[in-house]
């Protein structure tokens, strides 16, 4: 329970009724983590190791409704098949973690384009079946309180315009916000989950924005995705958006100096807004190209995050899977899998603030 007052905390919720109060400096911010396509599956053995490390993070463990390890959760019009994020909400609550769920991706005959196009957005002829499905999970999960509403912004590039059709996607974020609180008043409902585009050299870029500094310069489409958000939604719980410390155009800082871009992109963010800010994902390369990265970069991105005042970081993949990504236990498809990595402790640093 004091895994989710702190949580609650964190986001300006008011916690349950005899719920203990946590401590004042752990409900400023905290790291938790989203599972991705591999994630304590395989080898027994290894996943009773990754679940007994999991026991001692969080609590916040994130899982995207179909991709990333789930499956299509309603292959045909009102035909829905659970199974696979059943398994992914049991391990979550397995491990005592605070379950969230993404909302996305979205069935192909909701998007007209193949099952795992994970490019595609819903068609707006089927907005209303995507926030549908949206209240059948929450149904099918009542433990589940929190909701993100897509993933960057996936399938909304309006190539005409040359910038984001922040339109489409507030209608869509707004229809599931909406059905949402009517099926549940109280569920933690955020958006838009943009993702920043950063670049070292300013004159390089179509749409420099004022936000910039050592680090780069912000892409102005995006903030301006993140405004018509704020201005338009039908309401919103938290604020989420992701970024990397390297820019576009190759310019990676190095590991002390990883959070600066995501201390000053969260001040921006909190001046504009009294919505508790999650970074939904958050990567440190140190080299112009891969994702390889250290436990100090990781450290000062997380570092960068809360003195700028944003609430919540999300690890994504914890487990690794050959991809280079910072991961915090060893594939659990391995035999001795399922064991800590040097990234382990940063991760339960910031785990309660």
Same mark, same amino acid.
């Given at each position: 329970?004091?895994?989710?007052?702190?949580?609650?905390?964190?986001?300006?919720?008011?916690?349950?009724?005899?719920? /203990?109060?946590?401590?004042?400096?752990? !409900?400023?911010?905290?790291?938790?983590?989203?599972?991705?396509?591999?994630?304590?599956?395989?080898?027994?053995?290894?996943?009773?190791?990754?679940?007994?490390?999991?026991?001692?993070?969080?609590?916040?463990?994130?899982?995207? @409704?179909?991709?990333?390890?789930?499956?299509?959760?309603?292959?045909?019009?009102?035909?829905?098949?659970? /199974?696979?994020?059943?398994?992914?909400?049991?391990?979550?609550?397995?491990?005592?973690?605070?379950?969230?769920?993404?909302?996305?991706? =979205?069935?192909?005959?909701?998007?007209?384009?193949?099952?795992?196009?994970? *490019?595609? %957005?819903?068609?707006?002829?089927?907005?209303?079946?995507?926030?549908?499905?949206? !209240?059948?999970?929450?149904?099918?999960?009542?433990?589940?309180?929190?909701?993100? !509403?897509?993933?960057?912004?996936?399938?909304?590039?309006?190539?005409?315009?040359?910038?984001?059709?922040?339109?489409?996607?507030?209608?869509?974020?707004?229809?599931?916000?909406?059905?949402?609180?009517?099926?549940?008043? *109280?569920?933690?409902? $955020?958006?838009?989950?943009? +993702? @920043?585009?950063?670049? %070292?050299?300013?004159?390089?870029?179509?749409?420099?924005?004022?936000?910039?500094?050592?680090?780069?310069?912000?892409?102005?489409?995006?903030?301006? =995705?993140?405004?018509?958000?704020?201005?338009?939604?039908?309401?919103?719980?938290?604020? =989420?958006? *992701?970024?990397?410390?390297?820019?576009?155009?190759?310019?990676?800082?190095?590991?002390?100096?990883?959070?600066?871009?995501?201390?000053?992109? +969260?001040?921006?963010?909190?001046?504009?807004?009294?919505?508790?800010?999650?970074?939904?994902?958050?990567?440190?390369?140190?080299?112009?190209? $891969?994702?390889? +990265?250290?436990?100090?970069?990781?450290?000062?991105?997380?570092?960068?995050?809360?003195?700028?005042?944003? /609430?919540?970081?999300?690890?994504?993949?914890?487990?690794?899977?050959? +991809?280079?990504?910072?991961?915090?236990?060893?594939?659990?498809?391995?035999?001795?899998?399922?064991?800590?990595?040097?990234? @382990?402790?940063?991760?339960?640093?910031?785990?309660?603030?």
């Amino acid at each position: 329970m004091v895994g989710a007052v702190v949580l609650l905390a964190a986001l300006g919720v008011a916690a349950p009724a005899g719920a /203990s109060d946590a401590p004042e400096a752990a !409900v400023t911010f905290q790291a938790g983590l989203t599972h991705t396509q591999q994630s304590v599956d395989g080898d027994p053995e290894s996943r009773a190791s990754a679940e007994a490390l999991l026991e001692t993070v969080g609590p916040l463990q994130n899982q995207h @409704l179909m991709g990333w390890g789930a499956e299509n959760p309603e292959p045909e019009p009102g035909v829905y098949d659970w /199974s696979s994020l059943d398994e992914r909400i049991a391990l979550i609550e397995r491990t005592g973690g605070v379950p969230v769920i993404t909302l996305c991706s =979205a069935p192909g005959w909701m998007k007209g384009a193949d099952d795992w196009d994970m *490019d595609a %957005a819903p068609a707006p002829e089927h907005y209303d079946d995507f926030a549908d499905l949206a !209240v059948e999970t929450a149904r099918r999960y009542p433990q589940v309180r929190y909701f993100q !509403v897509w993933n960057e912004l996936k399938g909304f590039w309006d190539e005409e315009r040359n910038r984001w059709d922040h339109e489409g996607y507030t209608e869509l974020y707004n229809l599931v916000y909406t059905r949402l609180k009517e099926h549940d008043p *109280d569920l933690i409902v $955020g958006g838009p989950y943009v +993702s @920043l585009n950063v670049y %070292a050299d300013p004159e390089g870029m179509s749409h420099p924005s004022d936000l910039s500094g050592d680090w780069g310069t912000v892409d102005q489409r995006d903030l301006d =995705a993140i405004q018509y958000w704020l201005e338009h939604n039908a309401g919103a719980d938290f604020l =989420a958006v *992701d970024g990397w410390s390297r820019t576009r155009d190759g310019h990676h800082p190095p590991a002390e100096r990883a959070g600066d871009m995501f201390r000053a992109v +969260s001040e921006w963010l909190v001046d504009r807004s009294e919505l508790p800010v999650w970074w939904s994902e958050f990567y440190a390369p140190l080299a112009p190209d $891969g994702y390889e +990265s250290s436990p100090a970069a990781i450290r000062s991105v997380l570092e960068g995050m809360r003195d700028g005042g944003a /609430s919540v970081a999300l690890w994504w993949g914890p487990e690794c899977d050959g +991809s280079g990504f910072p991961c915090v236990w060893t594939s659990t498809r391995e035999t001795g899998g399922g064991r800590p990595t040097d990234y @382990l402790p940063v991760l339960q640093e910031f785990a309660a603030g």
